[in-house]
């Protein structure tokens, strides 16, 4: 029988892996990730989840134990954070490489120095080319649903890519909200045990990670370009056989709320999105024409769904919870490298709640009514922080 | 009780008295009364002794806000030292209620404000029960006893049942412990 719990982001991403039967779990404990790993732990300790833990030295070893794992044909499964994530990020390139579908959590959390826990994307955005999946949440189901989700994602033989899920450090990995955590009897009919064609086998010896010579390497990398090119629709897919099983949809490529005919679309990730909702709700009852889209799938990257989407919208007002330093944020440059040809809104980029800054709903409030603003006045500034010591009156009236 | 809006509540205590196990519990409460819910802590360098903040949110409807509690239905004061170095009323709504731990009567403690002040000794009523010690007492079960006659957000029996199922330990002392305070609280 399904139950509902009440559980953190980090208890149900422990939940998601044991649905999900993981059977090799290596990783090394970072906060705000710790919880997972002890989740797991204990599970495995009380017999409830059948797995092999592996303790391990650092994070770069947990990916390395799970790169071996997978290519035995076990399912592997690793959570990390921020500093932890980075040190894996030789081991994120070797995993797609080899075309292993390994499925970690990364909690959200801000690089330091400044030293920091709290939430920020850069961590997980820094790691967008390294050919893993990124599928970024907005509240505790979700995060089970789409450890699930993306075990049958990234093995699907035409696929055969890891996968991260994303959630926000302390706003979800440590706040305890209502999770239908599922019967195992409805996991197990709608992910099957993972079977891949090639593996470690003594009985059957096949060289794994051998040397690719000029003339080879190049069409290695194609096949990985042609397996991405399938992700979105293999994403629709899963999203929709999920809701079917499930009665549940966590929201596919871009979760559309309120999106149809709207003249300003708002643009969030992760648990920003939530509380946004609220407000665009706020806003409609004014009289606005305003919706919002949920990036969940960043990588890849949606391109069509947002050339589909952004038809006939003046302005696109995007929140990045991240500043990765070069222009601004991820999320509003990949929306511009999208549309660039097809359509020519205002796009204005809001960086916001870097390190875990607090985003109230007044605040959300004041971004949506400046992003409504630049229908008549035309774009102010390309890129602009809010909620700044400097500039917090403004943000905070 | 009929819920109209969100109800938000906001904790005040020092890491070891079990704020964040109080938050989460009455979470649980009114998440078997029917309503949805939202627990979760202010993390920053907990240890014993620091001061910890705690959130809880519930409401009839889907709580989506996930922003910090800023503007408070109800504060609740677990040791109260920290009067002198935390504005535990700040945000707090114009009729919005406060309940502390201590053995004075409501109309001794000035908080500079007008807001109903509930109070209850919940540090007497742990030691009586021996939960923790008489220097380290976890008054968290005793105060949300206190929390549930002053405000009415959660039947008495609900919340015992809770305790009695998620206390982390000493089960029945923590149920009695809140069914004390519940019956000891004073104010309004």
């Not at chain 1, 999946?133 to 049958?152: G, H, P, R, T």
Request: glycine share 8%; aromatic share 8%.
């Amino acid at each position: 029988m399904s139950e509902m719990k009440i559980v953190s982001g980090n208890y149900a991403s422990a939940y998601g892996a044991k649905l999900s039967r993981a059977e090799v779990v290596a990783a090394y404990p970072i906060t705000p990730q710790t919880e997972v790993v002890e989740k797991i732990a204990s599970l495995v300790a009380e017999g409830e989840m059948d797995a092999e833990f592996i303790k391990v030295e650092s994070e770069h070893s947990a990916m390395a134990a799970s790169i071996a794992a997978s290519n035995t044909g076990a399912r592997a499964y690793t959570a990390t954070s921020a500093h932890g994530l980075a040190l894996m990020h030789e081991l994120l390139m070797w995993a797609s490489g080899a075309r292993l579908p390994i499925v970690m959590t990364n909690i959200n959390r801000a690089m330091g120095p400044p030293w920091s826990v709290w939430a920020d994307h850069h961590d997980t955005l820094a790691q967008k080319g390294t050919g893993q999946l990124q599928f970024f949440c907005e509240n505790n189901q979700e995060v089970l649903d789409s450890v699930i989700m993306a075990y049958k994602i990234c093995e699907d033989e035409e696929i055969m890519l890891p996968g991260m899920i994303v959630e926000d450090a302390f706003i979800l990995s440590h706040t305890k909200e209502p999770v239908e955590i599922y019967d195992q009897e409805l996991v197990d009919d709608f992910l099957p045990p993972y079977d891949p064609d090639y593996k470690l086998d003594v009985d059957q010896p096949l060289g794994f990670g051998s040397l690719g010579m000029p003339d080879w390497y190049m069409d290695f990398r194609y096949k990985i370009f042609e397996a991405m090119e399938k992700v979105p629709d293999k994403v629709e897919e899963v999203n929709k056989e999920f809701e079917e099983v499930f009665g549940r949809d966590p929201g596919g490529l871009i979760e559309e709320y309120k999106t149809d005919g709207v003249d300003v679309l708002i643009v969030t990730m992760g648990s920003i999105s939530s509380t946004s909702k609220d407000v665009i709700d706020e806003l409609r009852e004014e009289g606005h024409n305003i919706g919002l889209a949920r990036l969940r799938t960043f990588r890849p990257f949606p391109v069509e769904k947002f050339r589909e989407l952004i038809k006939g919208v003046n302005v696109v007002g995007v929140l990045d919870r991240n500043y990765t330093f070069g222009h601004g944020g991820d999320a509003a440059r990949e929306i511009k490298d999208a549309i660039y040809g097809y359509h020519d809104p205002i796009v204005k980029d809001y960086i916001v709640g870097l390190g875990g800054r607090d985003l109230t709903p007044k605040i959300l409030k004041n971004i949506m009514e400046d992003a409504i603003s630049l229908q008549d006045k035309g774009l102010d500034e390309e890129i602009e922080w809010v909620d700044l010591k400097i500039n917090q009156e403004r943000w905070r009236r | 009780m009929v819920l109209l809006n969100m109800i938000e509540i906001r904790f005040h205590g020092r890491g070891g008295q079990g704020s964040v196990i109080a938050s989460e519990l009455l979470a649980r409460a009114a998440f078997a009364e029917g309503k949805d819910v939202q627990s979760f802590p202010m993390y920053g360098v907990e240890r014993r002794g620091a001061p910890v903040t705690a959130f809880t949110r519930v409401d009839e409807n889907v709580v989506r806000d996930k922003s910090k509690i800023h503007t408070p239905d109800i504060v609740i004061v677990l040791d109260m030292a920290l009067l002198d170095s935390v504005d535990v009323t700040e945000g707090l709504k114009p009729d919005g209620k406060v309940i502390l731990n201590t053995g004075k009567p409501p109309e001794d403690i000035d908080l500079g404000i007008d807001n109903p002040k509930y109070t209850v000794d919940a540090s007497e009523i742990a030691v009586k029960h021996g939960l923790g010690s008489k220097v380290a007492p976890i008054v968290n079960t005793a105060i949300l006893g206190a929390v549930v006659k002053a405000t009415g957000i959660v039947d008495i029996d609900t919340l015992v049942e809770v305790i009695r199922e998620h206390a982390p330990a000493k089960k029945e002392e923590n149920a009695k412990a809140a069914k004390e305070a519940y019956e000891k609280v004073r104010g309004e």
